[in-house]
């Protein structure tokens, strides 16, 4: 297991897990989510109510701002907490997407909207690593589809504002899961199913299954697992 801060992608269906799985491996963790995120009755399951901040209509920029504030009150005060947990990194993707939109001219150059669309997800990774804390971050799933104009297979990952993204952003994590509603896909040596050990379906890290991303690093991910992160 790795022993240096990392920062973990998460991404799945509609409730599949994610959050639970992040809310029982970081009970220790400052939580960032829009209304609406870590729902009562997700807590409730969880058996506490995380610290959470909640900011209306946020995207990736106000994360940015937030990340050196919690390295400052470590700093000064100690560690009140263990990492920072962000759910949902679609919704927030999505608030940052629509300000490059907002700022986009017709006729404006392509590319320049493209750099412009990638660089707060570029700022966020420096901004994490430069905390000093692992960071967990949830997201939807955009399942894998082929590009009807040239025939090219596009690979599933996190549901972001553009198909790229979805394909590059993975790029900047150590551990990218995808989540899976299989509750009773995998046994653990006698313990049984995972349905049985309260763990609603799987981890998956099959680094050869080109139709999906993901990524361990640090290579102690099995290929299918239960939704563990501890």
């Known amino acids: ?33 829009p209304p609406g995120g870590t729902k009562s009755y997700v807590t409730a399951t969880a058996g506490y109510r995380p610290t959470t901040l909640r900011i209306d209509g ?39 997407f629509s300000r490059a939109e907002a700022g986009y001219a017709p006729g404006s150059n ?10 707060p997800h570029h700022r966020f ?4 690593r430069a905390c000093g804390l692992d960071v967990f971050v949830n997201s939807h799933e955009r399942a894998p589809s082929t590009d009807e104009r040239t025939g090219e297979v596009l690979v599933g990952g996190p549901f972001l504002p553009m198909r790229r993204l979805s394909g590059e952003v993975p790029v900047g994590f150590d551990l990218v899961l995808r989540c899976s509603v299989e509750p009773t896909a995998v046994t653990l040596g006698g313990f049984g199913p995972v349905s049985a050990m309260h763990w609603p379906g799987v981890f998956l890290c099959d680094r050869a299954d080109a139709r999906w991303v993901t990524k361990d690093r640090d290579g102690w991910a099995p290929t299918r697992g239960p939704m563990n992160l501890g």
């Open 1 to 33: 297991a790795p022993t240096e801060p990392e920062l973990v992608l998460l991404y799945g269906p509609s409730g599949a897990g994610k959050t639970l799985a992040m809310l029982r491996a970081a009970p220790n963790f400052l939580w960032l989510a």
């Open 58 to 96: 946020w995207g990736i920029e106000e994360i940015i701002d937030i990340l050196p504030q919690v390295k400052k009150h470590r700093n000064e005060h100690g560690q009140p907490f263990d990492g920072v947990a962000i759910d949902d990194w679609s919704l927030t993707a999505q608030v940052s």
């Open 110 to 119: 392509k590319y320049a909207f493209w750099d412009s669309v990638k660089e």
């Open 125 to 128: 990774r420096s901004a994490a």
